[in-house]
Every structure is written in structure tokens, then in C-alpha cells.
């Protein structure tokens, strides 16, 4: 039996600086006998900021008036309110629009710019970068790169249209190429296709290969080499597991520059510190638009520092 898809009010409250508000839906047992207990025990800021945000009336109900800290819990009420920010270091690279009409927007993601808020990046992702200054409000991400990768991020402009573009993604019917800079290794036979068992579990930050059917493909080309050592790299994924050719770059005994988790885990950068970029971009988005029916392939303009300078990437400057 297929399950009714719930839906969801609208927000009360209006974004700010391109961040939507907090939705929460209490569940239905608790913790709790009020309001104010069950946001206490959930949220991670201490009960003097949750009661300081009711003396505030910052704590919204559906109807965008303030919730009373004393409202006996009910399952399945929603609240509303906006978090705390923390001071953000801003990325000082430029988010590039490679396509836009007035379904999708294309934009070419720098490197360190998260696609999405999420954890102590918020205001500085591509997501709320392009609401900002598009004025595109309800604009929402089709699918995600990560934070270290540079290059094609999909966006959508109508909500209503989003699950046409996200089931693209899921149904692999977008053909995606990377480049990446990694060391080179003339023993290593190329092309290949590589295949093996990823797993990532929460709260770990890197993923690994275990043993078990494979549910990672990627296929690996080498697009040229210098004689100072670093070569360039085509990375075709068949998949999309998490951290997938980062993974089996890795394992191909040739781990892309600047990568901070694999082959093994390197102690954190200082916020701001934004040399030495892992050189690993998405390079190439090729798909039919579900909604016009228009075939696009659209190319990143961006390039690899260490592949053409090197020196400079190496030093960090």
C-alpha cells in the first residue's frame, strides 16, 4: 500500500540572508509535557537560549504568532524559528551561472563552498549565495557536491518541479564527468573500470571498502601527465556513494591532491585557510531536462590548480 505523502505547511516566516527557518514537528511521544520541555531536550543551545527565544517570541505556531513556553505538547504541532548564526568566514571565490532559464539554474561551485546549509556552514553556501542574489527565494538544490569539490551543481527555481530533476539524479540519467590531479603512476594500466563495496557510517568522516557486492562503479582515465609528477585525471561515476572517487582514487594507489581524508585523515585547517584545494572537479552535467524536454551539456570553466601551476598549489599560495 503506497504511503500518503504528508504536507507540509508553509513557513510562517520569511528567510533570511537566503536561509529558510527552522521547521520542527514534535513527534509523537515526547520528550516532554510543554513546548519549552521538548525544545530543551532537542536542541543543542541550553535551556537559557530556548527560553530566552520564547521571551522573545522568536518560537512561532503555523498561524506566525508567538508559541507560549507553557503549551502543553501535541504530537504533530509544528513551530517555527530562525537559528543563531554563527560568524561565517566568507568564501572568497566567486559562484559562477554557467545555465539558467526559468526552470533550472546551473551554477559553477568553487571550491570550500558547501552546496547546501548544513552543521556550521549556513549563510555561506552555494544555495543561499544564488537566493540571495538571483531573488530567487524558493530556489532549491537538485543534488549536492561536496564541500571541497568544485564545479556543476544543479539547482531548481520551482518547487513544484524539484522531484522531476532530483528523480534524474536518482535514477542515474545524468551522465556526470570529473577531473581530478593525483600523482602518477606509469605502472598503473589505464582506462579502467573500478568496482567495489562502499560503506559510510554516520558520524565517521570517511567512507571505506568492505568486502560484499559491489555497489560502487567509476571509471578512471588519464587525460595526461607532467614530468614534475602530478597527472590529470577523467572520473566517470557509474554510482554515487559517498565519497566514492575520492575512495577508489585512493585505493588505485594514486589519492587526489589535497584531499584531507584519504589515504588517511589529516589534522584540520583553521577556518579561512584556503590554500591547496582538493583538486577534484565536476566537470561535465549532461541530461535531458524532464520538464522541456531540451538536451543540455554544460561544462565547468573552471581548472585544477595543481595542474597548471603546480608549484603554486603546492606552496599554498
Known sequence: MRRRRRILPPSPLPQRDGVDPVRLRLPAAGPGATVREHLVARLPIGSGAVDGMFDAGLIVGADGRP????TPYAPGLYVWFHRELPAEVPVPFPLEIVYRDE???VADKPHFLATTPRGSHVSETALARLRR???IP????AHRLDRLTAGLVLFTVRPEERG???TLFRDRRVHKEYEAVAP????LALPRTVRSRIVKERGVLTAREVEGEPNALSRVELLGHRADGPARYRLVPGTGQTHQLRVHMSALGVPILGDPLYPEVTAPVPAGDFR???QLLARTLEFTDPVTGVEHRLHSRRTLAAWTSYEQWAAGR
Open 67 to 70: 508559541v507560549p513556553a507553557d
Open 103 to 105: 526552470h533550472v539554474v
Open 133 to 135: 542574489e538571483l531573488g
Open 138 to 141: 524558493l530556489l532549491g538544490a
Open 164 to 166: 522531476a530533476y532530483q
Open 184 to 187: 602518477h603512476d606509469p605502472a
Open 276 to 278: 591547496r584545494p582538493l
